[in-house]
């Protein structure tokens, strides 16, 4: 039986995606989000901020490679998965990274472009999101 691996968070990617093919033609799209924690201590809030990688695969990634870029928000669903293997010094390294199952696409901001064009990246995003979760069957 498997023991409950689920995350959710949102946050702001920090550069383009990177999108690549395994060996077996498979599609994987991977990018870095920034997520932010406000809080309150001794009368001055702080910020504390935490940079997640995320991966996604086949229909999922093929949509994020086309939909996002720097500073679009997003609202992932996935899981947790730790990387392991030694270095060529024989040294033990690990990286958790979060393998997608859902992405959700937040509008642009108005600032960054007309409200015309966000309202039409809207329109798309919702369309995609839709294939995307046409894919998470098909994985």
């Known amino acids: 039986m ?11 990617l920090t ?3 990177l999108f690549t093919e395994n060996s077996k033609g498979t599609s994987i799209c991977s990018f870095t989000i920034a997520t932010n924690r406000y809080y309150k201590q001794e009368d001055e809030y ?3 901020v935490s940079y997640l990688d995320v991966e996604t695969w086949a229909k999922l990634a093929e949509a994020c490679r086309d939909h ?3 500073g679009r928000g997003v609202r992932v669903v996935g899981r947790v998965k730790q990387d392991r293997w030694m270095d060529q010094e024989g040294k033990n390294k690990s990286k958790i ?5 859902h992405v959700e696409f ?3 901001k108005k600032n960054d472009e007309s409200k015309e064009e966000a309202d039409s990246s809207i329109e798309e995003a919702s369309e995609v999101k839709n294939d995307a979760v046409e894919a998470e069957v098909e994985i």
Not at 2 to 12: A, K, R
Not at 97 to 101: C, D, Q, R, S
């Open 68 to 70: 996002l870029t720097k």
């Open 46 to 48: 702080q910020n504390e």
């Open 15 to 17: 550069r383009d995606p």
């Open 2 to 12: 498997n023991n409950l691996n689920s995350i959710l968070v949102e946050g702001n």
């Open 106 to 108: 937040k509008p642009f």
């Open 97 to 101: 990274k979060i393998v997608a199952e």
